[in-house]
């Protein structure tokens, strides 16, 4: 099946709006997994003798998996994913041996870890032919190919399961006739970006991420990136992140944008690798936004997206502020301790803004602190400032983390966190957020080192 084939469905943006919601309707997403579904896919194991069932409903950028029989999955990428195969052909794809099958020698497809030699997915439907999710049958070893009473064996089950949303969606509906009407939200006609726009600016490949270099202090050695958003619109220029990610989390966008700047870091560290093989890349931070972090799937999706990339885990930074965090502390700590697991940096940005933070920091595994920048752009004010700075740096190593300190601006400020012990920084002193290939300009620098600032004197905005 021609990759192009495979990217249709999802440039036919109206047809994909309304799938999405007739997904919604069911309210299906961000759910606890449930028996009914856990009965479908075990007795899909059981007839077609399977190694692994796994049972997935797709939104704009990831399969969340709602049931599974064999190895636990959580959560995949949808980009180069078998749903996408079914979505694409509208109809059931059977592959009796993957290794015989060209579209699995592309660069990104990937089947997370799963030791799979062949597979079969139906489509589950909507009542009105939606495809909302699929039911896929994995084995170890290649098999035959199925045979028709089978493959009608596999979309009945995958009607079991449409059917199962039915009567899920109809439960949901009568809850909501029986609880009092909540006031409807509103819309301001004509602000600027609308969902469409958005919308329009993904599939048009219009956002860009920028990076801004994280600077070893001592040395002056670029040790890593911070993965910055920015839009780069055909009519109004580069756009910074505060004009539309507002309206993107209040439109529901925010996740498949920021699961695009995800893939697209790992899609960089790769880049970079292959430039220096030596050296490799610097490790690329991303910021995460809550509703990114609130899915306890996050850590498999990580884990896919570094196994599609072939990068190390060491190489990817996630940051995170503490108000993403505290609204479900059971939930953080369990993604927190999976992602860490994994070999994930974890930096908590902004440290010091949130009222709990030093409450919270012996819970939570970070790594990182990141100094905020107006705690460092005050430290020359006074000695309350300053105080500050030192005791978040000495809070650090008492606790085992490393520290960036945000927005240096001054050489004055520099140094007072040089001397301080503050290992790392990054800010216009060194570098504003760059494009990619004049970050690689900057990484074939001897040892990676900067000039001094204080020989080239300030170069303050």
Known sequence: MPQAELEKSKTDWPQEDARLAELASTGI????????FDAITRLSAEYFRADTVLLGFADESRVWI????????????????????VLAKDGPVIIPDISKHPLFEEEGMTLRRLDVGSFASAPVRSSDGKILGALT?????????????ELRMLESLADMVASQLELRKLRKSFQVHRVRPTQAVKTVPGEWPQRPDLRHALEQREFVLYYQPEIELSTRRIVGVEALIRWEHPERGLIPPMDFIPQAEESGLILPIGDWGLAEACLQIQKWGKESPRHGSPRVCVNLSARQFSREGLADHVEALLRQFGISSRQL???MTESSLIPNMGTALEVLGSLRRLGVSLLMDDFGTGYSSLNHLHSFPFDVLK??????????????????????????????????????ETCAQYRLLRDMGCRYGQGFLFARPLPADTIS?????????????????DMVN
């Open 29 to 36: 997403l961000d759910t606890d997994p449930e028996p009914s």
């Open 137 to 149: 049958i994995f084995a170890i070893e290649p098999r035959r190919s199925m045979a028709l009473d």
């Open 371 to 408: 100094i905020d920048r107006s705690f460092v752009g005050r430290m020359t004010e006074g000695e309350q400032p300053l105080q500050i700075v030192r005791t978040i740096i000495e809070l650090a190593r008492v606790l085992g983390m490393d520290v960036v300190a945000e927005g240096i």
């Open 317 to 319: 930074g996630l940051e």
């Open 441 to 457: 300009e900057m990484l074939q620098l001897p040892g990676r080192l900067l000039p001094d600032p204080e020989i080239l004197g």
């Open 66 to 85: 709602k049931s599974y029989w064999g190895e636990a999955v959580r959560e995949l990428p949808r980009r180069h994913s078998i749903f996408e195969m």
